[in-house]
């Protein structure tokens, strides 16, 4: 079954923050919107009534992108409400911080699961699923040319992610279907402010040129531009979205 009428965006980790903002952003140009979470419910379901009521088709579908079970089921779901999926953005991710040293197994292993081996699951799963012509892009981070202390396996899981798309737009070869990366640098998001001082806040603000920390409708706008036709000539690649800051 395919939407002619409003292609299909599937977007991970969309509940809030940039993930909240692409959905939003791609509802406005036209899509379905499936808003997937994690755990916050409350949240997913409010969007997707804000963005039905808008004009679009929109659904709220819970999975944790790291059960490749409940990756399939998502996009079952999707199909059976929406349509194919046409758009995939891999939004869901976690960032905890340490030093090296002092990184926990459960932490280390939880990074892993949802920023990396979340985004291998709707990969594998976009490979059999999305219709000719399809878009998938991917969130990076921009963290990974400043090599911060206590950033080192956050970086590693986003390392992987490129790695993935980067390879992954070759393995689709004659579908028309693009894979990119958006790398976005400090966005006032709730999980980029949380647990940091308003000095270390003020620190990131100053790194870029432009002297701002992202917001997320800079990075929706990016991803926006990727889906749609002016970006159909672009694929396999990373957007470093910083203001400049690497």
């Known amino acids: 079954m395919s939407n002619p009428t409003h292609p299909v965006a599937l977007i991970t980790g969309a509940s809030r923050g940039i993930g909240a903002a692409i959905a939003r952003r791609l509802s406005r140009e036209g899509y379905a919107v499936a808003v997937n979470y994690a755990s916050n419910a409350v949240e ?4 997707a009534g ?4 808008s004009g679009a088709p929109a659904i709220a579908v819970r999975a944790d992108v790291s059960d490749g079970e409940q990756v399939r089921q998502l ?5 059976q409400q929406l349509g194919t999926v046409q758009v995939l ?3 869901a991710g976690i960032l905890k911080t340490a030093p090296l040293a002092e990184m926990t197994d459960q932490a280390f292993a939880q990074s892993f699961a949802i920023n990396t081996q979340g985004v291998f699951n709707t ?6 699923r999305l219709g000719e012509g399809g878009r998938i892009v991917n969130l990076s981070t921009s963290a990974l040319a400043l090599n911060l202390p206590g950033y080192a396996v956050y970086n590693g899981t986003k390392a992987a992610v490129e790695a993935f798309t980067r390879v992954f737009a070759r393995e689709l070869r004659g579908r028309r279907i693009t894979v990119n990366a958006v790398a976005p640098g400090p966005v006032a998001t709730e999980l980029f402010l949380d647990g940091k001082t308003p000095e270390q806040i ?3 603000t100053k790194m870029p040129p432009l002297e701002r920390l992202g917001q997320p409708d800079d990075i929706a706008g990016i991803v926006a531009f990727l889906v749609g036709e002016s970006g159909s000539w672009i694929n396999g690649q990373v957007v470093r979205a910083n203001g400049g800051i690497a």
Not at 44 to 47: D, G, N, S, Y
Not at 50 to 53: I, K, N, P, S, Y
Not at 75 to 79: L, N, P, R, S, W
């Open 44 to 47: 997913a379901q409010a969007l």
């Open 123 to 128: 990969l594998r799963e976009a490979a059999g």
């Open 50 to 53: 804000e963005l039905a009521a």
């Open 75 to 79: 996009f079952d779901t999707v199909e």
């Open 202 to 204: 003020a620190h990131f």
């Open 89 to 91: 953005v891999n939004n």
